[in-house]
């Protein structure tokens, strides 16, 4: 397991790390005229490495009372999704941004961060972006927890606290919180939530940590990436910030 020093916390590269998904996220404004078929060059580009390709929508509905009720729904085309041939790599290419994931098992940063900026050269080539207006990395984890279970708190910093006149059995909670980072500055949001484990053995932890800046934000190319780093950074600070020693014995 290998150590680094960030700020006050000890972080650890772990063998068996938890992260489901990584993602690095940066929203946009184009110019008038962007179009979908802007988008498609950049899959038509990527077919050989990514050849699955799928259209994505939004969804709106709408129900309007009064004498007569009536209700209409519509879909918009936002982009393209395509996808590695291995499914571990996924990437959005959006009239509204850019994302790029990558899934379990998790590499490392510097992987993900290498092939994200690949993709979105390519991305900011076709589209011409007049502003990026949002930067964010996003990590969920999922932390499978042994039963039998005494306290959350044995594995968990930051977890829901029920009051002592009430019984202390959960069977199941969903917490979340946005913690202002004012040194970034950028925003936190931090969720927590129970769900279905793989085993009777074990308890399953959903850890959601999802940093971004979406105020006064760089807009030279080396900068945005820069703030990307200090993101992921933080991340890990965070991220050793909500498990105990107990959790890192589990996945290191």
């Known amino acids: 397991m290998d ?3 960030y700020g006050r916390i000890c972080v650890a590269h772990y063998s068996k790390a938890p992260i489901t998904e990584a993602l690095i996220d940066l929203r946009v404004q184009l110019p008038p005229g962007a179009s979908l078929a802007n988008l498609e060059k950049v899959c038509t580009n990527e077919a050989e490495r990514y050849p ?3 259209k994505q929508f ?3 509905a709408q129900v309007q009372g009064g004498q007569k ?3 209409n729904a519509a879909q918009q085309e936002l982009g393209w999704l395509i996808h590695s041939h291995d499914k571990k790599h996924v990437c959005q290419v959006q009239l509204t941004g850019f994302t790029f994931s990558r899934l379990a098992p998790y590499d490392r940063w510097e992987s993900l961060r290498t092939e994200a900026q690949r993709l979105w050269r390519l991305y900011k080539e076709v589209t011409s972006p007049i502003a990026v207006t949002r930067v964010a990395v996003r990590y969920i984890n999922r932390l499978d927890l042994p039963l039998p279970l005494r306290d959350f708190k044995d594995y968990l910093q930051t977890v829901p606290e ?3 006149a009430m019984p202390q059995g959960l069977s199941g909670f969903f917490m979340q919180l946005q913690v202002p980072q004012a040194d970034l500055p950028g925003m936190l949001i931090l969720t927590e939530a ?3 484990p793989p085993s009777k053995s074990v ?3 959903v850890l959601d940590i999802d940093l971004y800046r979406d105020q006064d934000l760089p807009q030279k190319e080396d900068d945005i990436w ?3 780093e200090q993101l992921h950074v933080r991340k890990n600070e965070i991220f050793e910030g909500c498990i105990t020693d107990r959790t890192r014995e589990i996945i290191r």
């Open 226 to 228: 820069d703030l990307l």
């Open 58 to 60: 939004s969804f709106s």
């Open 162 to 164: 029920v009051s002592p």
């Open 194 to 196: 129970l769900i279905p």
């Open 52 to 54: 699955d390709k799928r």
């Open 69 to 71: 009720v009536s209700a």
């Open 203 to 205: 308890v399953s932890v």
């Open 3 to 5: 150590l680094y020093l």
